[in-house]
């Protein structure tokens, strides 16, 4: 059963990849076979590639770089501070003083 379910899924994500993969084809050879064919749009488009690609994103990548590490180091700190915070609560509840006459 396991092997159906898993093999189903293979294929409907390997459907959904082609679909995917179809769509970017199609953009793509829609864009050099009739948008690149005016010049000015296609410098335009160059243009705001350079941009997007240059400016924007470039300077983007070591913020989300940064936030990657502090995700992959949050979670397990918190796996940590949760296996850790039962002590506490137990050395808390436990720290009973015997034998010890508390003086006011």
Avoid: H
């Amino acid at each position: 059963m396991a092997n159906i379910i898993k093999n189903a899924t293979w294929a409907f994500l390997e459907e959904l990849l082609d679909f995917f993969e179809t769509y970017v084809s199609w953009a793509k050879s829609s864009l050099r076979e009739d948008v690149a064919r005016c010049k000015p749009i296609a410098q335009t488009l160059d243009d705001m590639e350079a941009i997007a690609c240059d400016y924007i994103l470039d300077s983007l990548n070591a913020f989300w770089f940064s936030l990657g590490w502090c995700t992959f180091f949050l979670l397990p700190s918190i796996i940590l501070a949760v296996r850790l915070a039962k002590f506490y609560r137990r050395m808390d509840i436990a720290d009973v003083y015997r034998n010890e006459v508390l003086e006011m």
